[in-house]
């Protein structure tokens, strides 16, 4: 069993209460939008395996540290993970046959700061999930992450991470 702790969209947020729960996980995955290194940096530095992609907002020295798309198998669970990749009914069309013909127990994506856990009605085998955001950035009120257990095969036990309101003004500590 592992336990997995899963954020997005952070661009450029380093403050203590994302970094806290780094200790809590024993992989850390990033749906894309870090915004700078310093939190990959920080994530590396605790030596807990990282598992990430980059996405739309992010320079070339993220985009030469992690792929566009992300897939792997863990726990026997098939991941696929990449930054803008929708959600059912809404998928990124550039997506959509490859997602048919080699279709993941897990779909990740980030992007649209918008909190999502839900099966796919026409393939109840794949589980989409994002993260929402877990940075200031954007338009979303409440910052969010996900937590869960990968076991055997299976996804359990998904929590939500509420961090607080994204509220513009504040300057936390880090």
């Not at 929708?86 to 997506?95: E, M, V, W």
């Not at 869960?148 to 095969?153: H, S, T």
């Amino acid at each position: 069993m592992k336990k997995i702790l899963l954020l997005s969209d952070t661009h450029g947020c380093v403050e203590k209460d994302i970094v806290k729960y780094f200790a809590e996980a024993d992989e850390i995955w990033h749906a894309g939008d870090w915004g700078n290194t310093e939190l990959s940096d920080i994530m590396e530095e605790i030596g807990k395996p990282v598992r990430s992609v980059y996405g739309n907002i992010d320079g070339q020295e993220l985009r030469s540290r992690y792929p566009l798309h992300n897939r792997f198998e863990c726990e026997g669970v098939k991941v696929w993970m990449t930054h803008i990749g929708g959600y059912p009914g809404n998928y990124n069309a550039q997506l959509l046959s490859e997602l048919k013909a080699n279709t993941p127990h897990l779909f990740i994506c980030g992007h649209s700061h918008i909190l999502k856990v839900m099966r796919d009605k026409n393939n109840k085998d794949m589980l989409v999930m994002n993260p929402g955001a877990a940075g200031r950035h954007g338009f979303h009120i409440m910052r969010t992450m996900l937590k869960f257990e990968l076991d055997n095969g299976a996804v359990k036990n998904v929590a939500v991470i509420e961090l607080g309101k994204r509220a513009a003004g504040i300057v936390p500590e880090k």
